[in-house]
């Protein structure tokens, strides 16, 4: 009767402890996903989910029929769907068993030297391809699995030089088993022989309703409530970068607590239930403007007012208050500068004359702050001689 008591409490105990590892795993994987950044949760897992780079696209999935890549270069602004593109038709051509040993990516930005080039990348273009076993007729069906593998280099116009030199060789040679699709934000960093070698794909920046219909839908299956014009703020805000509008959306939904809590499941495999309350504050313009930075309208009117010639004297006074306040609230020269820049050369009242001389201080402007000059100095030089021109000087 012991022996058979305690072996009850042993199985029990087991069973307890099973449970419980079963239960801590799936929580895990739920709080990894909860936690998980919205750009890589949201990525577009094949062509059709790509937005509004229909022109690329349709080439792609011809290709994707043929199973026959040429070497590929994508460019265009941030946050276009770049290399979400690439990913995804990876993941179409080899699926989920083949992807890890047929696919290498690099961010070219870290591992931009010749070695790079010499060592990692040349050893797996010109590693043979392995005949891959324990795939039925219906996973092929379903995925090509083309004879050659792809070396993706993301940010390829941050390579050096020499790295990009030793390239086109290692493309050539194993041009047979292996395909190479470059990425990058400007095409002219690339050079002309490795460009040559690549089927160039264009990706333009994405229009307002593509951009504000994905907002939407992210904003749709987190749950969350926005307050009117939230979406067209966030796309005005990202400036055609899809990515940094969803890093603000979610950004702000953490701000006001508008994200999804966990779920907590008890033994019995039943959720408990969560605080209605949790999920009812609402995202609001004004915070999206304050987590992109963004300068309020009463600031700029304030420092715009304070350059508009003056019938009793100089201007200096007014422009340099504004100016200091600027700085010491610690707003970016970049953002007032980008700011400025839209609302005195889409202004009807400036004469087109007086815009011409604007836009050659702005352009000064931006090269300095490139430059690394001081913020505070280059702001109030800059306001000041945009003044000077509304005065006719």
């Known amino acids: 009767m012991a022996a058979s008591f305690f072996n009850n409490k042993a199985r029990a105990a087991a069973a307890a402890a099973s449970s ?17 950044p919205w750009v890589e949760k949201y990525r577009p897992k094949t062509l059709d989910d790509v937005a509004a780079q229909d022109h690329t696209t349709k080439v792609l ?11 590929m270069l994508f460019y265009g602004p941030p946050g276009t769907g770049k290399t979400s593109t690439i990913l995804a038709l990876a993941k179409s051509l080899f699926g989920p068993a083949l992807y890890r040993s047929r696919i290498l990516e690099l961010n070219a930005s870290d591992e931009r030297g010749i070695g790079i080039v010499r060592d990692k990348v040349k050893n797996f273009a010109r590693a043979q391809l392995s005949q891959p076993t324990g795939l039925d007729a219906a996973y092929r069906a379903q995925y090509p699995c083309p004879p050659f593998k792809i070396i993706i280099l993301d940010e390829a116009d941050s390579m050096t030089q020499d790295a990009q030199s030793a390239l086109r060789r290692t493309m050539e040679t194993y041009s047979r088993i292996t395909r190479f699709c470059l990425v990058c934000n400007y095409v002219t960093r690339i050079i002309e ?10 990706f333009k920046m994405l229009d307002n309703s593509a951009a504000g219909e994905r907002i939407s839908n992210i904003a749709e299956q987190e749950g969350l409530q926005l307050e009117d014009g939230v979406i067209d703020t966030l796309i005005r805000c990202g400036e055609g970068d899809l990515r940094r509008a969803i890093t603000y959306l979610q950004s702000a939904a953490r701000l006001v607590g508008a994200t999804k809590p966990p779920v907590v499941k008890d033994a019995d495999d039943d959720a408990e239930m969560t605080d209605v309350g949790c ?6 313009i004004r915070s999206i403007e304050e987590i992109a930075g963004v300068l309020p309208d009463d600031i700029l009117d304030s420092l715009v007012e304070a350059m508009q010639p003056k019938s009793g004297g100089s201007v200096y006074e007014g422009v340099s208050r504004v100016i200091t306040d600027l700085v010491a609230d610690g707003w970016s020269a970049t953002q007032l500068v980008g700011q400025l820049y839209r609302r005195l050369v889409f202004s009807e009242a400036i004469p087109d004359i007086q815009k011409n001389k ?3 201080l702005f352009s000064e402007m931006d090269k300095r702050l490139v430059d690394g000059s001081d913020e505070h100095l280059s702001m109030l030089d800059l306001a000041l001689r945009i003044a000077g021109v509304l005065r006719g000087n």
């Open 193 to 202: 022989p490795l460009a040559s070698r690549c089927s160039k794909f264009r």
């Open 279 to 284: 999920n009812s504050s609402v995202i609001t």
């Open 61 to 71: 999935r011809r290709t994707l029929q043929a199973s026959n890549l040429p070497h």
């Open 358 to 360: 604007i836009v050659m």
């Open 20 to 36: 419980s590892s079963k239960l801590k795993a799936g929580d895990n994987k739920e709080d990894s996903t909860r936690l998980q």
